[in-house]
């Protein structure tokens, strides 16, 4: 008596890494926080190079604060960062999050362009620093607005 053995097809499935849209999103929310930095700093490193000098004196004080990257890249990162962390809160307590967010992060950023007109510096170093301000919106907003699932 012989057995014969039948071969059993077994399928298996490659391996696949399927990542959640919790973590899609937090991808994208933290690219965009590192565009901010990285594109606030490119811009101030070319406008140092146009001439720029990112020199600021407090309408009391005498002696003058000049702006320097590291400075640039920290103010970038942390309103960054307070930009996602209120996303993130707002999106626990409330259904209407990214319409919330969206009018809060209009707010902040003309709020923002008040102590640029408030120091005392040359035309050029405001004109930047309005323009590294806008580009931190402009990385952020659709960055945070974004749902994970709309890619």
């Known amino acids: 008596m ?8 077994v399928r298996t499935r490659p391996a696949t890494r399927t990542v959640s849209a919790t973590t ?10 590192g565009g901010a930095v990285v594109a606030n700093s490119l811009l101030y ?21 000049q702006l320097i990257l590291p400075e640039i890249a920290a103010f970038s990162l942390v309103f960054a ?13 409330t259904r209407h999050a990214r319409t919330v967010w969206g009018a809060l992060a ?13 120091e005392q510096a040359t035309v ?12 931190v919106a402009a990385a952020l907003l659709p ?7 709309d890619r």
């Open 2 to 9: 012989t057995a014969t053995t039948s071969p059993i097809a």
């Open 24 to 33: 899609r999103r937090r991808r994208q929310r933290a690219l965009g926080v």
């Open 45 to 65: 490193l070319a406008g140092r190079a146009a001439g720029t000098d990112f020199t600021l004196t407090d309408p009391g004080a005498t002696q003058s604060h």
């Open 81 to 93: 960062l307070l930009g996602w962390g209120s996303l993130a809160l707002l999106e626990r307590f």
């Open 106 to 118: 209009g707010l902040v950023l003309l709020a923002s362009f008040v102590p640029v007109f408030i």
């Open 124 to 135: 050029d170093t405001r004109v930047m620093l309005c323009v590294l301000h806008v580009v």
């Open 143 to 149: 960055m945070l607005r974004q749902r994970a699932g």
